[in-house]
């Protein structure tokens, strides 16, 4: 079964930096795009970017850029988000997406079980 | 960036009710427009892609319908199970974009 498989919860303090991830299960896992969803509290999703495992080319919501970093080690199959300087508005729970298709236009077929980080 | 207006915003229905969900694109999206639901305290689960594709294992009482900028979700004979807010997706354009979701309430 196809998995992507996220790092746990994390409380972290206003301009701490932060790293969070997500393994695939996916056989040829460089071989796919891996996107990040934000979901603050009671709200809607965001798209935030989508990066290709193989290669590490990305792709990031104008709105987000600058803000967050995604990379990838498609050695062992991970892809991470990382923040230099929380801040409280990053709050939130943060989803991986993987597109099956293997292009990065593609629908979510496959979301992670979600990492909570609360900034305060 | 595309905007997607989805409505209603909130339904409360009957069990075997049949409910339609609007997803409306600001601009040209072709079939590239995706639903997903969202139960309480879970991730997202997609639901339709590309409009009217169905996926493996999602109960056939879900369906999709449109192309260009009106899209719709069907779901017929409501089951309690169904209670769940419901959002749009477009992959057509970068960024890509969500619509705001529809909260369905099984009375």
């Known amino acids: 079964e196809v998995q992507l498989v996220q790092s746990g919860a994390e409380v972290k303090k206003t301009g701490e930096s932060l790293r969070i991830s997500c393994q695939g299960s996916?056989?040829?896992?460089?071989?796919?795009?891996i996107g990040w969803v934000r979901q603050m509290p009671g709200k809607g999703l965001e798209w935030m970017g989508i990066?290709?495992?193989?290669?590490?080319?990305?792709r990031y919501n104008p709105s987000f850029q600058g803000q967050v970093t995604i990379s990838a080690d498609k050695s062992i199959s991970t892809v991470y988000l990382q923040w230099s300087s929380l801040k409280a508005s990053d709050t939130a729970m943060y989803y991986c997406v993987c597109p099956l298709s293997g292009a990065y236009w593609g629908a979510f077929d496959i979301w992670g079980q979600g990492t909570k980080v609360t900034v305060s | 960036e595309i905007v997607l207006t989805q409505s209603p915003d909130f339904q409360s229905v009957t069990p075997k009710e049949t409910i339609t969900i609007t997803c409306r694109a600001s601009?040209?999206?072709?079939?590239?427009l995706h639903w997903y639901q969202q139960k309480a305290d879970q991730s997202p689960k997609l639901l339709i892609k590309h409009a009217s594709q169905s996926i493996v294992g999602v109960p056939s009482r879900f369906s999709g319908d449109g192309s260009g900028t009106d899209f719709t979700l069907t779901i017929n004979s409501l089951e309690a199970e169904d209670a769940a807010t419901y959002y749009c997706?477009?992959?057509?354009?970068?960024?890509?974009?969500f619509g705001g979701g529809t909260k369905v309430e099984i009375k």
């Open positions: 996916i056989q040829t896992f460089s071989s796919y795009w």
């Open positions: 997706h477009q992959s057509e354009n970068l960024p890509f974009t």
């Open positions: 601009q040209d999206v072709g079939y590239s």
């Open positions: 990066i290709y495992a193989g290669d590490s080319d990305v």
